[in-house]
């Protein structure tokens, strides 16, 4: 079955360092991925969708890259800063066009001033 | 322009209660989307409405039952509560694509 793997373990980093997350999936092929942001107690917040045809997508200071032979997507934030802690969740369709995804567990980032 | 909301925010049930987390959306969004959130566990999908009239299970559907009252409302209600549905309750709906999911704030759901 199809399975997204990213991170359990908190990431931890000095501010304006930049935070690297990994998302991993597997029996899947899947023709785009995507990247949500939540914090504590809230929904999460669309970031960034990146394409099977796209290596890499930028937004401000986020940027994701998407290897599907690898079949890995890696999230970077550059000159992270402390409001940027948060768990991000990678995401990926399931087949046929219903909108239904599957999420990974999260990775949370904390970004120590 | 509120997007998608959630009432109530946090309730506590007796396990064998019954009650209904209502969620809306005024995004004109097709689509809407119930999921649940546990520790160790990310968003797992409960049910689905791919339009008005609709509805699909997902995942974990056993235990809840949902309405499609009309393209703005998706109801869910759990029809004799137990411990094991304690979490966190997300609506989600997606654009015309249905790519990208807005969500709601979330509901609380404690049961005793």
């Known amino acids: 079955s199809q399975k997204i793997e990213q991170n359990s373990e908190a990431l931890n980093i000095q501010e304006g360092k930049t935070a690297t997350l990994t998302c991993n999936y597997t029996n899947y092929s899947p023709a785009y991925l995507q990247w949500y942001r939540q914090d504590p107690g809230r929904g999460p917040v669309f970031l960034l969708l990146i394409r099977e045809n796209e290596k890499e997508k930028r937004k401000e200071r986020l940027k994701v890259t998407f290897d599907t032979t690898l079949k890995q997507s890696l999230f970077h934030i550059t000159a992270s800063q402390p409001a940027d802690s948060a768990t991000y969740l990678c995401?990926?369709?399931?087949?046929?066009?219903?909108?239904?995804?599957?999420f990974g567990q999260g990775t949370t980032l904390q970004v120590k001033p | 322009n509120a997007g998608v909301t959630q009432t109530p925010k946090f309730q506590v049930l007796k396990t064998g209660q019954s009650m209904t987390l209502q969620c809306a959306q005024d995004m004109n969004h097709n689509s809407m989307y119930w999921y649940r959130q546990d520790p160790g566990m990310g968003l797992r999908l409960i049910y689905y409405s791919a339009s008005e009239g609709t509805t699909d299970k997902g995942e974990v559907p056993n235990g809840y039952n949902v309405s499609r009252l009309n393209k703005r409302e998706f109801s869910l209600r759990l029809e004799s509560a137990a411990p094991s549905q304690t979490s966190v309750y997300f609506c989600a709906a997606t654009s015309g694509r249905r790519e990208t999911q807005y969500f709601g704030p979330g509901t609380r759901l404690l049961v005793l």
């Open positions: 995401a990926l369709p399931l087949s046929g066009n219903t909108g239904k995804l599957i």
